[in-house]
């Protein structure tokens, strides 16, 4: 089963709004991530954050983590047409080497 | 700097036909080693992942099976393929755990369709 459950399926925004992106899990994490995916292409890694961590920034995102909740989100700030696509959360709760996907959030900023 | 390659991009293949995917990265050594699945409009699906030379650990068992004959290459087989084969294959690669952090690297993916 997924570990990683994005919400939500869908998001469709115009260019300069915000974007939030939801993620829940069901057991302890070492650290969860977000991954995003252009049509047809692999995935791309934004942002690492740590169990010991409540928030991190890079750039326009910012990656909330609540452990107590299990839960996580992805806020990008401003979005441009080019933030278009597929993201994913993921998280190391098989052990450090590997990781689960949820199903994703397809993000559609138009312009 | 680091690259990893697939191919080929796009494959379609008969029902019954055998399978082989490639996989290699270049600019680091002894490093890990995934094959995903993602079928349309859903997640990833881990199928393999490797750790060293002849090291496979299978995740799902199915149609498949995987090889990693040298270092930084991984390939991914079938005797026969099935219809449920088809999706998009990913194979992606991190460091050696402690080296650096967790994130895993993708290749551009391989598109296959069983007909």
């Known amino acids: 089963s997924q570990q990683g459950e994005e919400d939500p399926q869908a998001l469709s925004i115009q260019e300069g709004e915000n974007a939030t992106m939801n993620c829940s899990y069901k057991?302890?994490?070492?650290?969860l991530q977000w991954y995003r995916q252009n049509s047809g292409r692999g995935l791309v890694h934004l942002i690492l954050?740590?169990?010991?961590?409540r928030e991190k920034h890079s750039g326009r995102l910012r990656v909330t983590l609540d452990t107590s909740k299990k839960s996580s989100s992805l806020l990008i700030t401003a979005s441009r047409a080019a933030d278009t696509a597929s993201y994913f959360c993921?998280?190391?709760?098989?052990?450090?080497?590997?990781?689960?996907f949820g199903k994703g959030t397809m993000l559609l900023v138009s312009p | 700097s680091q690259t990893i390659h697939q191919w080929p991009a796009t494959l379609v293949q008969p029902v019954g036909s055998p399978l082989s995917l490639e996989c290699t990265v270049e600019?680091?050594?002894?490093?890990?080693l995934y094959w995903y699945r993602q079928a349309a409009g859903r997640g990833l699906q881990l199928l393999f992942y490797?750790?060293?030379?002849?090291?496979i650990s299978s995740e799902v068992p199915q149609n498949l099976s995987a090889s990693r004959p040298q270092d930084r290459q991984f390939i991914l087989s079938s005797k026969k393929l099935l219809l449920s084969d088809s999706g998009f294959y990913l194979c992606?690669?991190?460091?050696?755990?402690?080296?650096?952090?967790?994130?895993?690297?993708f290749g551009p993916g391989t598109r296959l369709t069983v007909l």
């Open positions: 992606a690669w991190s460091y050696t755990p402690g080296l650096a952090g967790p994130q895993q690297f």
């Open positions: 057991t302890s994490i070492n650290n």
């Open positions: 954050i740590r169990s010991n961590e």
């Open positions: 993921a998280t190391d709760s098989k052990g450090y080497s590997t990781l689960t």
């Open positions: 600019g680091t050594s002894n490093p890990n």
């Open positions: 490797s750790v060293g030379i002849g090291q």
